[in-house]
């Protein structure tokens, strides 16, 4: 079978990593991929802001199966797309994507749906923002409808630093183009967890959960990045509380999507932030937590995905397929016990500016360790042959031990010592949280 995997970052190495691994895949083609993928199966070029370049793409590839990675083709309707040619492909359609490309889309979607959430307003001008601000406390959270890869939210002070980011985001002035609707939200304590549930329209499947480091710096201090690691441990989410997740959140989802005419297929990753709570509904790490979520997405996280790929058993076409075929409700997602850690290697400036074209060295050979693998997210090969930075986020230093994530960390920093390139930056913190 004949896979094609839209994207080009660490997250579709791991995608691309895992599928070469399935017994029934025969050929995967990565589009457009990077340095890394490219050492390890076909890449094309592609632009995946570009919908006709992507179908005539898929057409002139013609794979049994396209998986589609990142957000931007999925809100511009690739799946659906596809699927009117008679196409098979991973990932849910424009109108079920915008859970993830429509913040607007999602605040209603949790009020009509019953699913716990931040108190928020919907505001399409300025004077709007300015008299809903009366109902909010601060700190306030201000966020840009659609997608912005992580630079649509503010977390402000004050109803002033409120007013003003909501003014530069009508502007276009913070993102670059303007945006039409504001939400302001209530802000919420507590830690951050990642759930992912593999959907088929009609059932939620519980994956995994993880934990993903957004800040750029130690301690969790500086700007929001992509992500700069994440981890997975039997630990981040107890029996209770996957099934709390499960059924309160990702089914209530498919469920409600389906209900509405929009049903649900692919990846559900839910941001979910465990509010400390007496009364809270289930225990966390640290007593009773109240789940509420964030942000939902509607494809697999980076950089956690590179590190629950490690921790997969269940092989991934079938899930793939089973979520197409709507037979995912007989399919039981394995994890392997332990951990799995995943620090990412950076380029010097991010998320500000940052140069590229660097050499880089020391990345230890696929095969020499079955529990250390080294996925790329921004990088390039040159003409030479030799590995050079081609982002900002450089590379996913994952592995994976039976012992817990102390041991699964130490691997992934050993490695990390060994690998240079010029201003390589990483955190030296990751998992701090659980440890
Ligand atoms: P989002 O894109 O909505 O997930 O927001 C990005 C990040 O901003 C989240 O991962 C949180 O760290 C933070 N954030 C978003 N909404 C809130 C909120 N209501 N309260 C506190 N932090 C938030
Ligand atoms: N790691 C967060 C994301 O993929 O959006």
């Known amino acids: 079978m004949k896979v094609l995997v839209l994207g080009g970052g660490g997250r579709e190495h791991a995608v691309v990593w895992k599928l070469l691994q399935s017994p029934r895949v025969t050929e995967v083609v990565c589009a457009p991929g990077n340095g890394g993928i490219s050492q390890e199966t076909r890449c094309v070029g592609v632009d995946l802001g570009d919908l006709e370049a992507m179908i005539r793409l898929v057409q002139a590839e013609s794979p049994d199966l396209t998986v589609v990675g990142p957000e931007l083709p999925l809100s511009l309707g690739l799946v659906d797309r596809l699927n009117a040619l008679g196409l098979r492909a991973f990932g849910p359609t424009k109108a079920a994507?915008?859970?993830?490309?429509?913040?607007?889309?999602?605040?209603?979607?949790?009020?009509?749906?019953?699913?716990?959430?931040?108190?928020?307003?919907?505001?399409?001008?300025?004077?709007?923002?300015?008299?809903?601000?009366?109902?909010?406390?601060?700190?306030?959270?201000?966020?840009?409808?659609?997608?912005?890869?992580?630079?649509?939210?503010?977390?402000?002070?004050?109803?002033?630093?409120?007013?003003?980011?909501?003014?530069?985001?009508?502007?276009?002035?913070?993102?670059?183009?303007?945006?039409?609707?504001?939400?302001?939200?209530?802000?919420?304590?507590?830690?951050?967890?990642?759930?992912?549930?593999?959907?088929?329209?009609?059932?939620?499947?519980?994956?995994?959960?993880?934990?993903?480091?957004?800040?750029?710096?130690?301690?969790?201090?500086?700007?929001?990045?992509?992500?700069?690691?994440?981890?997975?441990?039997?630990?981040?989410?107890?029996?209770?509380?996957?099934?709390?997740?499960t059924a309160n959140v990702a089914q209530v989802v498919v469920r409600e999507m389906d209900r509405e005419g929009t049903p649900f297929t692919g990846i559900l990753f839910c941001g979910i932030m465990m509010v400390p709570d007496a009364r809270g509904p289930i225990l966390g790490r640290h007593g009773a937590v109240r789940p509420m979520v964030l942000e939902f997405n509607t494809r697999f996280g980076d950089p956690e995905t590179q590190a629950i790929v490690m921790r997969l058993e269940t092989d991934l076409l079938e899930m793939f397929e089973s979520a197409i075929d709507g037979t995912a409700d007989r399919l039981t997602i394995k994890l392997r016990p332990g951990a799995a850690a995943c620090v990412i290697a950076a380029s010097g400036g991010y998320p500000g500016k940052y140069d590229m074209g660097k050499v880089v060295t020391g990345v230890p050979s696929p095969t020499s360790n079955a529990a250390l693998k080294v996925f790329h997210s921004g990088t390039a090969l040159d003409k030479s042959g030799s590995l050079r930075t081609a982002g900002g986020r450089v590379l996913a230093v994952t592995a994976t031990a039976s012992g817990g994530l102390k041991e699964a960390l130490a691997a992934a920093y050993a490695a990390l010592d060994q690998i240079r390139f010029d201003g390589m930056q990483f955190r030296r913190d990751i998992g701090w949280h659980a440890l």
Not at 115 to 139: G, H, K, M, N
Not at 186 to 196: D, H, I, P, R
Not at 203 to 227: F, I, M, S, W, Y
Request: one cysteine or more.
């Open 97 to 245: 994507a915008r859970l993830e490309s429509s913040k607007s889309f999602a605040k209603s979607f949790m009020q009509r749906t019953g699913i716990p959430t931040a108190a928020y307003a919907l505001c399409t001008s300025l004077d709007e923002v300015r008299d809903q601000l009366r109902s909010f406390s601060v700190p306030v959270v201000v966020k840009a409808d659609g997608l912005a890869a992580g630079k649509g939210v503010v977390i402000c002070e004050t109803h002033r630093e409120a007013e003003m980011a909501a003014a530069q985001m009508f502007s276009g002035v913070l993102l670059g183009s303007a945006v039409d609707e504001i939400v302001l939200e209530e802000f919420l304590t507590g830690e951050e967890l990642s759930f992912f549930a593999l959907c088929d329209g009609k059932t939620a499947v519980p994956l995994a959960a993880a934990q993903d480091h957004k800040r750029v710096g130690e301690g969790d201090t500086g700007p929001n990045t992509g992500g700069m690691g994440a981890y997975s441990t039997d630990a981040l989410m107890p029996p209770a509380m996957q099934e709390w997740l």
